[in-house]
């Protein structure tokens, strides 16, 4: 039984150490003589588990206590349609459209209301984070809203747009815990956590107390209600109570790795080494401007398709796994997450290599 090393953009690799742990009590969790997908979320353990994960997620984020943190059902996906449902008080959003999710989000948020798409890079496929210094921010703007890591286009937000005092809401699914944030410049950051955190089917909010109201738009279901979670903290109904054990355990080992500081030195680190290396090849080339390059996705292509997909079937053969590219950027992507240890970077570097001087 061997472990690959998993490029996945998502569901993505999540810490060896955490997967044993989980196996190790899967059959009695901590003496309960049970697992923790058997037990009431009303117990005393699962009271603990959900306590205790809320509160290392503040300290990991340092979120202030004005925020309220959500384990909230339905992925990242549902809160297209949350989000407008909860802050479209004036009906009217401006959405910056750097990549599918964006877009997605935004036509989801167009049900609800007026949605201005006040900035877009969707000219030279998403390849790049258009300027966001001084964009034409509604007067009437409930909210603007980022994905501030593009998973699939491989670009970041290296610098937060200038909102023009409106609430910014950031999608950071794919960015989530891989470096320090300022919670305070956001109104709402949430984020599927199948990318960087755990397992899929999960969503964590992270919301500033003042825009949870009653005052959501007509018809909106109580279960879409950011109040009925706040009030209920998560557990208005049962949460996806195994998931949030899993993130429970990947913010104890972020903790243990020093936090997101030193998180960000290491993914800095990973994510040199195959820059560097795209940036010197002859047969590989990165996909995006340099300045907007992710830290977490990592696109490359070769320019021609028949050697991508030769690529990326020699890889898997070597223990290097799902490296296809999203199918609306073809070539390959390397998602390069947290979990992805340095090795797993060089095993891939030294077979790109390898493969380049048997290809040009
Ligand atoms: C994967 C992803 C989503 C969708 O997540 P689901 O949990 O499948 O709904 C949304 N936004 C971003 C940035 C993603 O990477």
Redo the contacts with the bound molecule.
């Keep these: 039984m061997g472990r690959v090393y998993n490029f996945s953009?998502?569901p993505a690799v999540l810490p060896e150490e955490v997967l044993k742990s989980a196996a190790e009590e899967m059959l009695d969790y901590n003496g309960t003589g049970m697992s923790v997908m058997e037990m009431s979320h009303r117990s005393k353990a699962f009271e603990e588990i959900i306590g205790t994960a809320e509160a290392d997620l503040r300290e990991l984020m340092n979120i202030p206590d004005n925020y309220k943190v959500l384990f909230l059902q339905?992925?990242?996906?549902?809160q297209f349609a949350m989000i407008p449902m909860n802050l479209m008080k004036n009906r009217v959003a401006d959405y910056i459209v750097t990549g599918q999710?964006a877009k997605k989000a935004a036509s989801e948020a167009a049900k609800y209301g007026k949605v201005n798409k006040i900035a877009s890079s969707e000219d030279k496929t998403f390849s790049y984070i258009p300027d966001c210094s001084d964009l034409p921010v509604s007067e009437d703007a409930d909210y603007v809203y980022i994905?501030e890591?593009?998973?699939i286009y491989g670009t970041k937000f290296k610098e937060l747009p200038n909102t023009k005092g409106k609430i910014l809401v950031a999608?950071v699914?794919?960015c989530f815990l891989s470096e320090p944030v300022d919670v305070t410049k956001y109104g709402i950051i949430y984020?599927?956590v199948?990318?960087n955190i755990g397992p899929?089917?999960m969503?964590i909010v992270i919301i500033r107390e003042d825009l949870i109201t009653e005052d959501v738009l007509p018809g909106t279901p109580t279960m879409l209600t950011y109040k009925t979670h706040a009030d209920a903290k998560s557990l208005y109904n049962t949460p996806p109570a195994y998931g949030i054990y899993i993130c429970g355990k990947v913010f104890k080992w972020l903790k243990a790795m020093g936090g997101l500081e030193a998180m960000k030195e290491r993914n800095e680190k990973k994510a040199a080494l195959l820059y560097d290396f795209l940036d010197q090849s002859r047969l590989f080339k990165g996909t995006v401007e340099k300045k907007d390059r992710s830290l977490m996705n990592v696109p490359f292509v070769t320019g021609d398709a028949d050697l991508d997909a030769r690529f990326v079937k020699e890889a898997k053969a070597a223990g290097l796994e799902n490296l296809k590219g999203h199918r609306s950027v073809g070539g390959m992507r390397a998602s390069i997450y947290n979990a992805m240890p340095y090795e797993g970077v060089e095993a891939l570097v030294a077979f790109m290599k390898k493969f380049e001087e048997e290809n040009l």
Aim: aromatic share 4%; charged share 10%.
């Design positions: 953009a998502g339905g992925g990242a996906s549902q999710w994905c890591n593009n998973t999608d699914s794919s984020g599927g199948q990318k899929a089917g969503v």
